[in-house]
């Protein structure tokens, strides 16, 4: 009878943990089902992006004609006798390098800019399933829209704009429901999630380059619709665990409207030097570090690579960078390494890889640089947040990544564009590359400063602390003195108020003795 009782107990103990919660996430179970659809949203969303280079490079060659996307006959353009058959009708602008660039990275910024701020005010509202879903539709629609565009200046609304936004709505909602279903197996989970982003890199630079060789990049757009809608697919995956209840009173609903608006324009922490010198180290990383995924392509094009081995060099980034965070992540966790360190070192590397990608005139020597940039470059963004919560801490890592990514849009939508332009204004790419490593070692050198800074500011804060403690027990002192002073006072006064009354008290008494004394006689 105890063993079936016991039984019996422990079913229903197991019952009642069944259902998991927010309070209680499940670390497993459908979670991993989220973390793949978070999986293949960056393998799309961000693949796509690191992988316009090769679009890029469609955009500029002169021996598309402009102007006649959709144009299916073999017909040059006038005063150019090349026919489609050794010019195929890609549709390409032939505008400068620094214009064009712009289409790429008016689409990063948005992504970068509208994460937080508009993407964690609607999940907030409507969760991560829905926002994900308007994100996917909204790529997809700027992909189709963009295929049939027929100026460059378009492709910034259609493209850029549009794009830009649906990314952003895609991108860090889905980052937010890890956070919901994993907690013991968090840093797993992110890690395999982002792994997507890597994954998409590798496999779409190849893809892009075939589908423009096949059916140009209008037809390339039409396809990146398609794979953009399946995304809504994946936001069916993302089901919001639900809360006890007794969290689901009003004032802890509007407490978390609160943090969420906090989020999104608590500017604050522009006072604290700490955050400053993370986000201006994360700015300078920012501006560099996208230059030759953009522009990387066309500069071996340029060295007379074929298209599809220069459109390879931005696949060897790509798996070099799994490569790079895995590894350079696992030693950055020992507790004898200084983590700080070890995102100095490779962002520094990464940057000196950039400054003497010029001197490497063989393609060859274009993948060891590719290697090399990729595996340390994409360490240090994978770390770059880490070292912010080593010295911001937890409680303010949501507030600094909004503004953080805010900072980084900037620095993103400038970067490729001056590149161009200098390729624009030189004819080389040289100083574009010497710039772009130049920038990324000041972020390293600015991250240097960090551990002196904080020391300093610990030894302010113990001595304002000291001070306080001080002023206290001052206070506290001063306090007691008066109480004595007072309670001493209060005695003086009892006396001289009682002395009269003790007086006749005497008197009486004396009296009474004579009385006494009388009546004996």
């Excluded at 926002?131 to 829209?145: E, M, N, P």
């Excluded at 919901?180 to 840093?187: A, D, I, L, T, V």
């Excluded at 608590?266 to 995924?293: C, E, H, K, Q, R």
């Excluded at 060897?316 to 004898?336: K, M």
Aim: proline share 4%; glycine share 10%.
């Amino acid at each position: 009878m105890r063993s079936h009782t016991r039984e019996a107990d422990k079913e229903s103990v197991l019952s009642e943990k069944v259902e998991p919660t927010l309070e209680n996430p499940p670390d497993g179970g459908w979670g991993w089902v989220v973390c793949l659809g978070c999986f293949y949203v960056q393998f799309v969303a961000i693949g796509l992006q690191f992988a316009f280079g090769v679009i890029y490079t469609t955009y500029l060659d002169p021996r598309c004609p402009r102007n006649v996307a959709g144009n299916s006959s073999g017909e040059g353009t006038p005063g150019n006798s090349t026919s489609a058959s050794s010019a195929p009708d890609c549709g390409g602008f032939g505008e400068g390098r620094g214009k064009t660039a712009w289409v790429t990275s008016i689409c990063i910024a948005l992504t970068f800019a509208t994460s937080l701020p508009l993407a964690g005010i609607l999940s907030d509202r409507l969760g991560s399933r829905p926002v994900v879903f308007i994100g996917s539709v909204a790529s997809a629609t700027a992909y189709l829209v963009s295929s049939y565009v027929n100026e460059l200046s378009y492709l910034y609304l259609s493209y850029g704009l549009l794009a830009g936004i649906g990314f952003g709505l895609m991108y860090m909602p889905s980052v937010l429901m890890i956070g919901q279903y994993f907690k013991r197996r968090r840093g797993f989970a992110y890690g395999l999630a982002c792994a997507g982003a890597d994954v998409g890199t590798i496999a779409m630079a190849p893809v892009s380059q075939v589908l423009v060789d096949s059916i140009h990049w209008q037809g390339a757009f039409r396809v990146y619709s398609g794979l953009s809608i399946s995304l809504v697919v994946a936001s069916l995956v993302f089901q919001p665990l639900p809360k006890h209840s007794s969290t689901l009173d009003k004032d802890k609903k509007e407490e978390k409207r609160e943090r969420c608006f906090q989020v999104c324009i608590d500017f604050s922490l522009w006072t604290n030097p700490l955050f400053l010198l993370v986000t201006t180290a994360n700015v300078f990383m920012a501006f560099g570090f996208l230059i030759p995924y953009v522009h990387l392509v066309k500069h071996a094009e340029d060295m007379n690579i074929k298209a599809t081995q220069s459109a390879l060099l931005i696949t060897y980034i790509g798996t070099s960078s799994i490569f790079g965070r895995v590894v350079l992540g696992r030693i950055a966790d020992h507790p004898r390494i200084n983590r700080l360190f070890i995102v100095q070192l490779s962002l520094a590397i990464a940057g000196v890889a950039n400054i003497v990608c010029p001197f490497f005139t063989t393609y060859l020597g274009l993948i060891f640089y590719s290697l090399v940039f990729g595996m340390f470059n994409g360490a240090a963004v994978c770390l770059m947040p880490v070292v912010m919560v080593d010295y911001l801490g937890i409680q303010k890592f949501a507030q600094a990544l909004g503004l953080m990514l805010g900072a980084e849009a900037l620095s993103v939508l400038l970067g490729p564009p001056s590149a161009g332009w200098i390729y624009d204004s030189t004819h080389s790419y040289h100083i574009a590359f010497y710039l772009s490593g130049g920038v990324m070692v000041c972020g390293a050198a600015v991250l240097a400063a960090l551990p002196c800074l904080r020391r300093k500011m610990k030894r302010k804060a113990q001595v304002k602390l000291a001070g306080e403690r001080l002023e206290q027990q001052h206070i506290d002192k001063t306090s007691g003195a008066v109480a004595v002073a007072r309670s001493e006072s209060d005695c003086v006064d009892f006396r001289l108020h009682e002395r009269p009354c003790h007086d006749i008290a005497m008197a009486i008494t004396r009296i009474q003795e004579t009385e006494t004394e009388v009546s004996r006689l």
